[in-house]
């Protein structure tokens, strides 16, 4: 009898041992938010939501276990797969802060790249502007057309400020809306200038 009772008690003592140690990996969770944050700050919101999208499910899956564990009875907790989970979470964010300095890098090269051909562009139509036909008949109106292509001037600047404050995604929006805008002057011009061409040739 005596040994039972020892032998209960001994297994109540070792169970409590034990349920002492299994506290939550405060470590790895605080280096996964750690590395949320590092996403965050390295704006994966705006070069890689879907990246971001994942880390932060993968917190919340973490945040969900460890609510679990906690509403268990002491003995029964058990943070093995919190940890488990933690790394995860950690990898998920790493991965992301990777993908958005990727993306980041890549719309820095395409809005760089576009700010180039905008600025040709506009220095191609002010030539084409210079040579086209004046006077009666030419069926072009210079004025409009030089304050249209002042316009695109102030936005190509605007891109310029845009890119050089690092916002790269909104630059290179703005520099593809300027050059479609440089290019409708373009084709106007051209088109005045084949008109006026029909023109003389009919006379």
């Known amino acids: 009898m005596k040994t039972r009772l020892w032998s209960v008690c001994a297994l109540v ?8 140690c299994a506290k939550p990996p405060a470590e790895a969770i ?23 999208a994942n880390a932060e499910t993968a917190k919340s899956t973490l945040e ?8 268990k009875f002491a003995l029964f907790r058990s943070y093995k797969k919190a940890t488990e989970m933690a790394t995860a979470a950690k990898a998920a964010a790493d991965q992301t802060v990777q993908d958005a300095n990727t993306a980041k890098e890549q719309a820095r090269r395409e809005s760089e790249a576009l700010i180039g051909q905008v600025r ?33 001037e102030a936005s190509l600047a ?4 845009t890119y050089g404050e690092g916002a790269y995604l909104r630059a290179k929006a703005k520099a593809q809306a300027t050059l479609q805008s440089v290019n409708n002057i373009k084709s106007t011009i051209t088109a005045a200038i084949e008109m006026r061409k029909q023109a003389m040739g009919q006379r």
């Open 13 to 20: 003592l070792s169970l409590a041992f034990f349920s002492g």
């Open 30 to 52: 605080e280096a996964a938010r750690q590395a949320l944050e590092s996403a965050k700050a390295a704006q994966a919101s705006e070069y890689a939501p879907r990246s971001l």
């Open 64 to 71: 969900a276990e460890l609510k679990a564990q906690e509403d």
């Open 120 to 152: 040709a562009a506009i220095d191609e139509a002010k030539q084409m502007l210079a040579s086209a036909p004046r006077g009666k008949g030419s069926q072009m109106d210079i004025k409009a057309l030089e304050a249209d292509i002042a316009s695109t």
């Open 158 to 161: 605007e891109v310029e400020r």
